[in-house]
């Protein structure tokens, strides 16, 4: 049995938790609280963080490797190109959502509102909500730029630069966070992603304290 320690609206979890369903693997979610710093959970992953994947016992941690080992090792269905500028391009998306889009954006907003309260860190800090409402519309823009150019974010097929993307945006829709209209090509990616039987998992999750909007399981959002 495979199985996953996770946080929720963990955007890097949940890009673990999409390739694994894209994928039709079993797996045991066991939820993490982390940031108590369990000793068992860092005998696990000595860096203290999720996701960490136990398979084989093995226990795999960051999610970029994580999920290019289950490439790897369950090759189908392909979510990486075949050629090697192709993949270049999927893990450079991958680097700049799960690097620059989670510093500006994810971390200025779901981590403020939600984290903050969840670790009991004290409130939100107004300035990063307010940076990070900035930079999620910097974000879109771009996004809607490669999808007025691609089917997909990092071409024809889909990828995990998507998930991604993905797993980012699925976690700030939770609390809202998100402008849908600002561009159709961006919410009809959404959508298309949103609607797959990999996604049901994520639009299931409860976090206590946090109902999520109606909007949020709504495939015709």
Not at 149 to 175: K, V
Request: neutral net charge; charged residues 30%; aromatic residues 12%.
């Amino acid at each position: 049995m495979i199985r996953l320690y996770h946080v929720p609206l963990s955007p890097f979890c949940r890009k673990v938790r999409l390739c694994l369903a894209e994928k039709k693997l079993e797996v045991e979610l066991v939820e993490e609280r982390y940031w108590e710093q369990d000793a068992d959970f860092l005998r696990r992953n000595p860096a203290g963080k999720v996701p960490v994947l136990r398979i084989d016992d093995m226990h795999l941690s960051e999610s970029a490797p994580i999920c290019e080992y289950l490439e790897e090792r369950y090759p189908n269905p392909p979510l990486m190109p075949k050629d090697i500028e192709g993949r270049y391009e999927v893990r450079r998306l991958v680097a700049w959502f799960d690097d620059k889009f989670h510093h500006e954006v994810t971390s200025k907003l779901l981590y403020e509102r939600v984290n903050r309260k969840l670790m009991k860190t004290g409130y939100p800090v107004a300035a990063n909500v307010k940076a990070g409402s900035k930079a999620i519309k910097y974000h879109l823009d771009y996004m809607a730029w490669l999808l007025d150019r691609r089917r997909w974010l990092a071409g024809d097929a889909m990828t995990l630069a998507d998930f991604a993307a993905a797993a980012h945006l699925s976690a700030l829709d939770y609390i809202s966070d998100v402008d849908w209209n600002r561009h159709d090509v961006v919410k009809d990616w959404y959508a298309k992603i949103k609607s797959r039987p990999s996604f049901r998992s994520l639009l299931a999750d409860q976090v206590s304290g946090f109902p999520p909007p109606a909007h949020y399981t709504d495939l015709d959002f």
